[in-house]
């Protein structure tokens, strides 16, 4: 399945994809006499388990009014209220080669938090002095169900979906101090979506090709088989640190290409584009602005 969260006066709205449009699963769920609300919090707070009803609605909702067009939707962030929010850094060898760093011997985590998270298509505000802005396409992985000391072959069992994002970086604050966090926590510096595909439709989350784009010019060009340390090893290994629950959400690291490794670097700044898009997952693409 593929799940959207859209606008609407009453807040952000779960939606999914299908080919007879998109359906409005709150509403879906009022007409199936559904005793509770189903929003996007409460299906991604409790993973996994939801996906079943969530399937069953989407079988028995035949009435075309409750689909709508996607065209005609705002997006919402792909998971508007995480829990975590992990990101591997020096994930791909070619990367952490371009970023002067040597490959890491065991995975690199970081955190953001809520305050980075935005939707497809919204403007990004870049203050006066961030002026070292840097994108960085990646896979993003949804958490499904509750794991701690999960081996990697189990690791994957515990992933609701998949999503875009771009881990987006002012490299002067993240560098100042020993500490990546202020160059990693800006606010709407993670923008996600437009979809969360489930997993069942990626059965290989370690072949997938990952593209991104600065104003219509190719800049990322790679694959996650590139990735050093998997998706189901970053979540093993996380797992013996911290208990990862349902809507906690992994940002699995960048490909080479980033400006970061350019020279001359020039930087993002107001008026600039940037589009990821991770095979089979549509593409997100932000425009920055100036705050
Ligand atoms: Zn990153």
């Given at each position: 399945m593929r799940l959207i969260t859209y606008q609407s006066s009453d807040g952000f709205q779960l939606g999914v994809v299908t080919e007879r449009g998109v359906l409005d699963v709150a509403a879906a769920a009022r007409a199936a006499g559904v005793p509770r609300a189903i929003t996007p919090d409460a299906v991604f707070g409790r993973g996994l388990p939801v996906l079943e009803r969530l399937r069953a609605l989407v079988e028995s909702s035949a009435d075309a009014a409750l689909y709508l067009d996607e065209a005609d939707l705002t997006y919402?962030?792909?998971?508007?209220?995480?829990g975590k929010i992990l990101c591997v850094g020096l994930n791909y060898a070619k990367h952490a080669a371009e970023s002067g760093a040597a490959p890491p011997e065991e995975p690199v985590l970081f955190s953001k938090f809520n305050n980075t998270i935005a939707a497809p298509n919204e403007d990004i505000p870049l203050q006066a002095d961030w002026t070292t802005v840097d994108y960085e396409s990646e896979l993003g992985v949804v958490m499904g169900a509750t794991v701690r000391n999960v081996s990697v072959d189990d690791a994957l069992d515990a992933v609701f979906g998949y999503c875009n994002m771009n881990d987006l970086s002012e490299r002067n604050f993240q560098m100042k101090s020993g500490q990546w966090l202020l160059g990693k926590t800006l606010d709407k510096f993670l923008p996600l979506g437009p979809y969360v595909v489930t997993a069942d439709e990626i059965p290989?989350?370690?072949n997938l090709s990952i593209k991104g784009w600065l104003n219509g010019e190719l800049r990322q060009d790679s694959n996650?088989?590139?990735?050093?340390?998997s998706v189901a090893e970053v979540i093993a290994y996380a797992s013996r640190i911290m208990t990862l629950e349902p809507g906690d959400i992994i940002s699995s690291g960048t490909p080479e290409g980033v400006i970061l490794g350019m020279e001359p670097r020039v930087w993002l700044k107001p008026g600039d584009e940037y589009v990821v898009e991770v095979e089979g997952l549509g593409k997100l693409a932000n425009r920055l602005v100036e705050a």
């Amino acid at each position: 399945m593929r799940l959207i969260t859209y606008q609407s006066s009453d807040g952000f709205q779960l939606g999914v994809v299908t080919e007879r449009g998109v359906l409005d699963v709150a509403a879906a769920a009022r007409a199936a006499g559904v005793p509770r609300a189903i929003t996007p919090d409460a299906v991604f707070g409790r993973g996994l388990p939801v996906l079943e009803r969530l399937r069953a609605l989407v079988e028995s909702s035949a009435d075309a009014a409750l689909y709508l067009d996607e065209a005609d939707l705002t997006y919402g962030p792909a998971v508007p209220n995480p829990g975590k929010i992990l990101c591997v850094g020096l994930n791909y060898a070619k990367h952490a080669a371009e970023s002067g760093a040597a490959p890491p011997e065991e995975p690199v985590l970081f955190s953001k938090f809520n305050n980075t998270i935005a939707a497809p298509n919204e403007d990004i505000p870049l203050q006066a002095d961030w002026t070292t802005v840097d994108y960085e396409s990646e896979l993003g992985v949804v958490m499904g169900a509750t794991v701690r000391n999960v081996s990697v072959d189990d690791a994957l069992d515990a992933v609701f979906g998949y999503c875009n994002m771009n881990d987006l970086s002012e490299r002067n604050f993240q560098m100042k101090s020993g500490q990546w966090l202020l160059g990693k926590t800006l606010d709407k510096f993670l923008p996600l979506g437009p979809y969360v595909v489930t997993a069942d439709e990626i059965p290989d989350p370690q072949n997938l090709s990952i593209k991104g784009w600065l104003n219509g010019e190719l800049r990322q060009d790679s694959n996650t088989a590139d990735m050093i340390f998997s998706v189901a090893e970053v979540i093993a290994y996380a797992s013996r640190i911290m208990t990862l629950e349902p809507g906690d959400i992994i940002s699995s690291g960048t490909p080479e290409g980033v400006i970061l490794g350019m020279e001359p670097r020039v930087w993002l700044k107001p008026g600039d584009e940037y589009v990821v898009e991770v095979e089979g997952l549509g593409k997100l693409a932000n425009r920055l602005v100036e705050a």
